[in-house]
């Protein structure tokens, strides 16, 4: 991705990948076309108001549109993905690998996300809690204690169409 790794507090805030294409091909490879791999260890790490198109490639053992792996509290809001995603553990927007070490803390909160990739859930492999608010995919998503993530296809949620079902 654009940042490798990325430690400890931080923001990425109002930026767009297109035509691009990111691929790792190692055993157990992360990729994402922001972040590959984010681990937070004090604050929690906040992703806002970014997106990757359809113009977009990654490819990993784990790959996201958005990051590849993330480790302990992320906060992704008010980001899309209609990435191509490619990979053994893949989302639209997060790939895998969430560790939670704050008991009763969602590792990873998504609000006001969406992905247009077809057939993915928003986050892949995930090993502890996530919570969804007002998020939307090609492929429904549950999680205990927070909205579902409704299931739409690319056509309701684009154009004049995404005001009326989103």
Do not use: H
Request: negative net charge.
């Amino acid at each position: 991705g654009v940042i490798d790794e990325l430690f400890n507090p931080g923001l990425i805030k109002n930026l767009a990948i297109e035509d691009s294409y990111i691929s790792v091909s190692a055993n157990n490879s992360i990729a994402g076309a922001f972040v590959g791999v984010g681990s937070v260890w004090s604050c929690p790490l906040r992703i806002e108001n970014c997106f990757s198109t359809d113009t977009v490639r990654v490819s990993a053992y784990k790959a996201g549109g958005i990051i590849g792996q993330a480790y302990r509290i992320f906060n992704i809001t008010n980001c899309y993905s209609s990435a191509v995603v490619e990979g053994n553990q893949k989302g639209a927007i997060a790939g895998g690998g969430v560790y939670d070490y704050y008991e009763g803390t969602p590792s990873i909160n998504l609000t006001e996300c969406y992905s247009t990739t077809s057939g993915l859930q928003l986050v892949g492999e995930w090993y502890n809690r996530q919570k969804y608010t007002s998020c939307y995919a090609t492929k429904a998503t549950t999680a205990e204690g927070s909205d579902s993530v409704k299931e739409l296809t690319a056509e309701q949620m684009t154009g004049a169409a995404a005001a009326e079902n989103m």
